[in-house]
């Protein structure tokens, strides 16, 4: 069982930034793809980015491309999402997510955080 710990929420001003990180316990941090995803009142939680497991690969919704960007430390156990340029649409509980092989799809992720808000004002 691997058990994920999301920090660095908050309210900003649109146009600020965030760091996100995410910290695994009880596996073995540096075999799984790590995921970023959000869900906003009302709507299905969606990928917002993703990292293959040596950081060679990276994914991002189109959404968040260019403002967004994910990193890994595997000394650290942790998974970063620098978040630039927030929006109101941004707005959201963040989630990181373990997954065994590649994917962007939630259902496909094994391990979950427990979600992290982050209130962009307008």
């Known amino acids: 069982q691997v058990q994920l710990v999301e920090s660095g929420g908050g309210l900003v001003q649109a146009g600020g930034s965030l760091r996100l990180s995410c910290t695994a316990s009880?596996?073995?941090?540096?075999?799984?793809?790590m995921g970023w995803f959000r869900q906003a009142p009302g709507k299905e939680r969606e990928s917002v980015s993703a990292?293959?497991?040596?950081?060679?690969?990276?994914h991002y919704a189109d959404s968040v491309k260019g403002r967004f960007t994910i990193s890994r430390d595997n000394a650290k156990n942790t998974v970063y999402l620098q978040m630039n340029s927030l929006k109101p649409a941004d707005t959201a509980v963040y989630y990181c997510?373990?997954?065994?092989?590649?994917?962007?799809?939630?259902?496909?992720?094994?391990?979950w955080g427990q979600g992290t808000q982050v209130t962009v004002s307008s």
């Open positions: 009880g596996g073995t941090f540096s075999s799984y793809v």
């Open positions: 990292i293959s497991p040596s950081a060679y690969s990276t």
């Open positions: 997510a373990a997954a065994r092989t590649w994917s962007v799809t939630p259902a496909e992720y094994d391990f």
